[in-house]
Nanobody, 120 residues
Framework: QVQLVESGGGLVQAGGSLRLSCVVS????????MGWYRQAPGKQRELVAT???????NYADSVKGRFTISRDNAKNTVYLQMNSLKPEDTAVYYC??????????????WGQGTQVTVSS
């Protein structure tokens, strides 16, 4: 069974920083792309940032220059460093990993989400 567990969310004032972490555990082969998505109340889930196994990154325009995604392949962990946070960054942040489990086909796996709240 594969599990993704996020941590690092919380309440921060505008202009502050937070660092999210997501650890992938269980029985699986290599992880391909990993990423962070977010969902604000009343809105659809949206992409924040992704990173390939080789380290290539992609960001939503709204977070470019403020957020940095990174990963530690040896620890099966992906991070999201969030700086200069704005109230509009308030959302539940979800970790995603594309991997092949020990039994079954390759697919996308999700964490349970971590709340990030930015006060003005």
């Amino acid at each position: 069974q594969v599990q993704l567990v996020e941590s690092g969310g919380g309440l921060v004032q505008a202009g502050g920083s937070l660092r999210l972490s997501c650890v992938v555990s269980g029985s699986f082969f290599s992880i391909k792309d990993m990423g962070w998505y977010r969902q604000a109340p009343g809105k659809q889930r949206e992409l924040v940032a992704t990173i390939t196994s080789g380290g290539s990154t992609n960001y939503a325009d709204s977070v470019k220059g403020r957020f940095t995604i990174s990963r530690d392949n040896a620890k099966n962990t992906v991070y999201l460093q969030m700086n200069s946070l704005k109230p509009e960054d308030t959302a539940v942040y979800y970790c995603n990993a594309n991997l092949r489990p020990l039994y079954g086909p390759r697919g996308d796996y999700w964490g349970q989400g971590t709340q990030v709240t930015v006060s003005s």
